[in-house]
């Protein structure tokens, strides 16, 4: 854990940490105006893989935030990034190659995945028996979803081609205290019908963190996440060795710490505890 003064790049959760679904949440603004203020620098990470950085650049616009779309990270380029780097550096042109994957997920998943050199391959006949030209099963968001998508997938799956997921959140917080079904449901539907779990890409995993440090050359030490889940954010700032920071203005609330402190639960992870980044404001 790093102190908060000594913190000079922060990872910024997006749902449930600066807007929650289509409304700005309270100091926001000031929050991000501070940090450029400071001359502290900041990227927004998504785990929603069901948008691609284009539509969140566009998205923020509206919401007032204006930022280049090399400031938006979510789990698909991550994704996307990851199986073109298999063995090359992520700054590197070296050993780059695009794979054929059979995607669920939606256009703008798909678009990302394209910019990175891949080949979609879901409209390509009898995939069932040419299982062996299929490098990647890859799942995100999928809000296109359809059961001939799912057997397909579970098929290809049982065949042995590799299986990813962009990352495993159960549920989308909505306005109002609702929720969606998010990808971590579907990997748990897959996960039942064949047997076999993904790897993991977008938080918790390590790799969205070695991504970050890699693409902007820094330090872990003076690295901290802001969000609002403690099984993603959290999870992946404690073992990935940066400083998490938790807020409360998203799906975690105070009552969930409450009964994590009662069972000694070690999902406990973070190393800060604020209200929203408004209030965190007020301490950097």
Known sequence: MTELAKINFFILDLDGT???ENKLLKGSLDFLNKLKK???DF???TNNSSKNRADYQQKLAELGIDVSPEKIINSGEIT???LTTKNAKINSNKNKQGKRIFLLGTESLKLEMERFGHTIVNQEKNLRQK???VDYVVLGFDKSLTYQKLWLAHDLILAGVDYVATHPDLVCPLKGGRTQPDCGAMIELLAASTGKRPQIIG???QTTVNYI?????LKKSELAMVGDRLYTDMKMAKEAGITGILVLSGETS????KQLNQQNSAANYHDYLFKDVAELSNSI
Not at 213 to 217: A, K, L, S, W
Not at 254 to 257: C, E, F, G, H, K
């Open 18 to 20: 600066i807007y929650l």
């Open 203 to 205: 938080k918790p995993a």
């Open 38 to 40: 400071q001359q502290k």
């Open 213 to 217: 440090v890699e693409r902007f050359q």
């Open 43 to 45: 990227v927004f990470l």
């Open 254 to 257: 105070a009552a969930d710490l």
């Open 80 to 82: 996307a990034a990851h």
């Open 131 to 133: 299982a062996a030209t």
